[in-house]
Every structure is written in C-alpha cells, then in structure tokens.
C-alpha cells in the first residue's frame, strides 16, 4: 500500500514530508520545488535546492511501491532533474544554454519574488513562534500546578493539626492511635478503613481551614474575574503595563493596590527617606562627590538598616560618580553601550550589594545557567540563599540602553516561566527534606530594560481563604483534596538609573526601590530559617506529598 497521510509519509524519514504528502498531482516540477524550499530555507541557492530534493527523491523511489501513482511521479522528476544537471555541464552547445538561461531568469525572478514575500514573514514569524512557546509552557506549568496544589494542600493540613497540644487533642489521638499505625504501616490492607480516616480529615481540614483563615474577598474576586478572561492560564500579571491590569475593574484594582502600598511603601522607615533626600539634593563636583561618600557613616550602630543602607551607597554609588565625570564620554549617556558593560558596571552591582547587605542572598550575575531554570536557560543574574538548602530566589534579566520594544516582551515571559518554575522546585525540594514550608514563600525577578529597572516577586494564591501572602481555596472532590490558585506576578517598584550630575535627586527613588525589594526577599529568607527550627511534619504526610512531588 503507498503512503498516503503526513504520519505515513513522515516514517519514510523525509526532510520535507509535509510537501510529499499532498496529491502527487500537485507536485509541480522542478520550479515548484525550488520555490516551496526558497520559502522554508530563506536565502538558499538553487544548488542547495535541487541537492535536497535529490536526497528526498531517492528516499521516495526506494521505499514506495513501484505501481504507486507517487513512484511514477517521482521518477518523473528525477529525470527532470537529472535533466537539468546535463544542461548545466555546457555539453549541449550555445544554443540550449541561451533557453536554459532563459528559463534561469524567469526562476530566479519568481525566487526574488518570495524573497521579498519572505522578509515580511520573517518579521511576523518570531512573534507567532513566541505565541505557540508561551502556550506550550503555561500547558506544562499548569499540569505542575495540578500536582503543586494538591501538595501545598496536604502539609497545610499536618501544618495546622500537629500545632494542636491541648488535652482534647491529646485524648483524640489516644482514640485513634491504632486506626492511625494502621493506616501507616499497612495503608494497601486496610484500604477500606483508610479511606473512611481520610473523607473525615478531609471534611475536619476543610472546616479548619475555613474557620481559622480569613478570608480575602478582594483576592477572591481578582481570580474569579481572571478565569472569565483566561480560564486557562495559571498565572495573573498584576504588573502596571501588562494587559490583564489594565483590565480589571476599578473597585478591585483600587483594593488591590491599597494593600500592596500598606506592604510595601511601608517598608521604608522616615529616617532612611530622610536621610537620602538630604544626601542627595546636594550640589557637589566629582570630586566633593567622592568626599562625601568617603565620610559616610551611621551614629547610631544598632540600626541594621541604616548601616545597610550606607554600606550600599559607599559601595554602589562611586562608578556612577565616575561615570558622570567623563562629561560626553559618559556610558549611560551613550546609547550604543553595550549590553554587558552597561549590566556589569551599573546595575548588577546594585542589586548584589542590596541583597548581600539587607537580605544575606548571594547574587551572581553574568550568562548563569541553572537546573532551576525552564530548559536550562541562561539569566543574566540569580540570587540564592547561604543556609544548607541555598534556594534559588531571584531570577534576573537586562537589556543595552537601546534595546527593542521585543526585547522586553520576550524578557518579561522568560522571568515569569523561570519564577513559576523556581517556585515549584523550592516547593519539591522543601518537601524532600521533610520540613514545613514558610510562613511567606516567594521569588524575586527582576528586569533591567535600557536605563529603568523593574523589580517584581512572584507568590503562589488561591481563592477563597488568606494564609499570610497566600490564598487557599480547598475542595472536597471524588475523596481527594485539591488546591485551586494562581501564580501572582507582582511590581514591587521600578525607577531610572540616573545619568548625570543633573539627575541626582533620581538616586533616591533608584536605591528605595531596591531596598524595598531586598526587605521583601529578607522577609522570606527569615521565613526558611523559622522553618528550619519547627516540628518535622508526620512520616505520612511526608510519604503522601513525597508521592505527589515526584510526579511534578
């Protein structure tokens, strides 16, 4: 029988079997061909076109059965090509060789065609491959997810029962100790019972869970209003340029950020606003900058902020005053800089000091590639924890000062895939070591694109009930408890790397913003360190979501 589907012609091992699975009647000749591979292989040469279709006619003749319709198509061409070659070699005199440069003029004419037909798709080509990427992932992050939820859900519930000491309790658990150690040791014998122990803790959690966290109506509402517009994504952008924050509704997005301005502008203590706006309204040289730098200090030593916070601008500020020194000659005023001499000298250097100094995270910064990151994809920056487990929390990407509109855009989906993706290995590897998660778990990303920064964090939320920074919504469905939520993508803030001497009061907002960060990322390194001193959850619960781990 010859092949006749895409399927079966794509066992035949051809290049191109998309082209030889269509009627051999719509084969066309040699031009044909020459034309569909000029408009897969743009820029080629007829040498490379007629030399594939060669191979791919070899592989037809000696695998399709010689009464086929395909075959005696196929052989047709091959003599039209073989054709074609003896023309080439200048055997049959002036004559043949004027029509065969007729004929050349003609292809080469319907080639110049597609050429330019082909530049225009080149340009449309990139966004429609980054379309299907961006659905290929959130298909694969929302089948972790599915997994990811139902293994937050199962250490939430031994998270809340093993905190319990009281006497009730304790007579309880004496009740119920032997049905317990059964379920345990022998959970494939007692099945039956076990799954009676199960559908009540699971009504008992659900109640507990209800009763004991408040609720966020506001949160509730936001990811009910995101499934009606994208019921199949797992992930909100809540950033201030993106397209689903321009589209929620007012009252939400009011609530909204009146809560992420109580968290977060409230970071900043009076005496640090006040002491960077003195600092920097000062009208100094070069010189008199360096000075003041120099003699920074903090008096009063037991206030761990401030002394961070001069720590960072006596490390951090000086190559911006060098910078701005060199007049015409300065880098931030020079659009062609390059995309690494700009990172490396001005904005690397600030995010590691304010890290280090405020949060104790180790940023690196440079092509960092890492297990953490979808596919192995290199970041510009990372930052991870000094403890035992050194976490992966910040995931960083930077562009030169004259950097495309589409250079954000693919910057922008590449951190919030690698911060998704981070957030759930922390979770797995959390789980593996058999501790309770934190109280306030999130990553940070950030993305430097031409002279503005733009600092975010990404946590993990769900419907209706708070627990600190996350939201849960538990429901009892076929005996199994599950999790329904959402990956929130947040702004904690951006600001513009100032350029010279005239932009210095920027300096204020620019350091702000970072130090807001880093107090972010030091509130959930202090969440891993609580977590370390906390009871082990039970060897069940560790068994049930080492189970689930393993199938993210």
């Known amino acids: 029988k010859s092949p006749t589907t895409v399927k079966e012609i794509k066992n035949l091992n051809l290049q191109h079997p998309t082209y030889w699975s269509r009627s051999p009647n719509t084969w066309g000749s040699l031009s044909d061909w020459d034309i569909y591979f000029v408009d897969q292989i743009p820029g080629c040469s007829k040498e490379e076109a007629h030399r ?61 065609k597609r050429k330019k037909k082909s530049k225009v798709e080149e340009e449309v080509i990139p966004m429609i491959l980054m379309i299907e990427m961006n659905e290929k992932r959130q298909r694969l992050t929302s089948q972790k997810s599915a997994s990811f939820m139902n293994l937050i859900t199962d250490f939430e519930y031994y998270r809340i029962d093993d905190k319990s000491n009281t006497q009730e309790n304790l007579e309880n658990s004496e009740k119920n100790e ?166 490396n000298s001005f904005v ?52 030169k000062p004259n950097a495309n509109g589409d250079k954000e855009i693919l910057d922008a989906s590449k951190i919030s895939y690698n911060l998704q993706n981070i957030f759930i290995k922390i979770v797995k590897d959390n789980i593996k070591c058999r501790r309770r998660f934190p109280k306030t778990l999130a990553v940070f990303g950030g993305q430097s694109f031409r002279l503005r920064i733009h600092l975010q964090f990404l946590n993990y939320c769900g419907k209706p009930c708070m627990f600190d920074l996350y939201y849960y919504n538990t429901l009892l469905t076929n005996d199994v408890l599950t999790l329904e939520g959402k990956f929130f993508l947040n702004e904690v803030d951006n600001a513009n790397l100032p350029r010279d001497f005239t932009e210095m009061a920027d300096f204020v907002f620019f350091y702000e913003c970072m130090i807001k960060w880093a107090l972010l990322a030091r509130e959930v390194k202090e969440g891993f360190e609580e977590s370390r001193s906390q009871q082990r959850p039970s060897r069940l619960s560790y068994i049930n979501s080492l189970n689930v781990a393993n199938t993210i």
């Open 348 to 399: 690397h250097p600030c995010l590691q000091a304010s890290l280090w100094y405020i949060s104790a995270i180790c940023y690196e910064f440079g092509e960092i590639g890492s297990k953490n990151h979808i596919k192995r994809e290199c970041a510009d920056g990372v930052g991870y924890l000094k403890a035992a487990d050194k976490f992966q929390l910040v995931y960083m990407e930077g562009s």
């Open 52 to 112: 594939s279709l060669s191979i791919e006619l070899n592989t037809l003749l000696s695998k399709l059965p010689k009464s086929s319709r395909r075959f005696t198509k196929a052989n047709a061409l091959k003599r039209a090509l073989e054709w074609e070659v003896y023309y080439s070699l200048d055997f049959l005199g002036p004559i043949i060789l004027c029509v065969g440069r007729a004929e050349e003029r003609i292809l080469d004419n319907k080639l110049e």
């Open 178 to 343: 032997e049905d317990i150690q059964d379920n345990e040791q022998t959970p494939s014998v007692a099945s039956s019972t076990a799954k009676t122990d199960v559908e009540s803790n699971q009504k008992s959690l659900k109640d507990l869970l209800c009763s004991n966290l408040q609720c966020s109506e506001n949160m509730k509402s936001i990811c009910q209003h995101h499934d009606t517009l994208y019921p199949d994504e797992n992930s909100i952008d809540l950033r201030p340029n993106s397209n689903y924050f321009k589209k929620l509704p007012f009252k939400l997005l009011e609530l909204y950020l009146k809560d992420l301005d109580n968290k977060i502008e409230n970071l900043i203590p009076p005496n640090i606003h006040k002491v960077l706006i003195e600092f920097f309204q000062q009208d100094l040289t070069g010189e008199e900058w360096h000075i003041k730098i120099d003699d920074l200090c903090c008096l009063d030593q037991s206030d761990w902020l401030m002394v961070s916070v001069i720590r960072i601008l006596r490390r951090t500020l000086p190559p911006f005053i060098m910078a701005f020194s060199m007049g015409a000659r300065n880098p931030l005023l020079n659009l062609a800089t390059l995309e690494k001499p700009h990172l």
